[in-house]
């Protein structure tokens, strides 16, 4: 079973930073894309920032020039280092890779972490 391992959410106070890290097992491979999802209470779960193997990244608008995406292809890790935080950052953060697993090989999926809490507040 595919199992993506997140680390690094916590509390904050607002302009701080946190970094988070998630790591893939190691029977995900032929991962496409990596990234960062987030769902605070009430409201849909939505992209916060990808990274696909070629390098190219995207973010939301709302995290532009405060969040960062990197990736190393060579464990499976993908990280996020989340600076200037706001309260409206708060949210439950999912780790998202898009591969193939070792037991069905010859399809890709979505696989998704367990989620981080991230709580920006004074």
């Known amino acids: 079973q595919v199992q993506l391992a997140e680390s690094g959410g916590g509390l904050v106070q607002p302009g701080g930073s946190l970094r988070l890290s998630c790591a893939a097992s190691?029977?995900?491979?032929?991962?496409?894309?990596m990234g960062w999802y987030r769902q605070a209470p009430g409201k849909q779960r939505e992209l916060v920032a990808r990274?696909?193997?070629?390098?190219?990244?995207n973010y939301a608008d709302s995290v532009k020039g405060r969040f960062t995406i990197s990736r190393d292809n060579a464990k499976n890790t993908v990280s996020l280092q989340m600076n200037s935080l706001q309260p409206e950052d708060t949210a439950v953060y999912f780790c998202?890779?898009?591969?193939?697993?070792?037991?069905?090989?010859?399809?890709?999926?979505?696989?998704w972490g367990q989620g981080t809490q991230v709580t920006v507040s004074s």
């Open positions: 190691e029977n995900l491979f032929s991962i496409n894309a």
């Open positions: 998202n890779a898009q591969g193939r697993s070792t037991t069905v090989p010859n399809r890709t999926r979505d696989f």
């Open positions: 990274i696909i193997s070629g390098g190219s990244t």
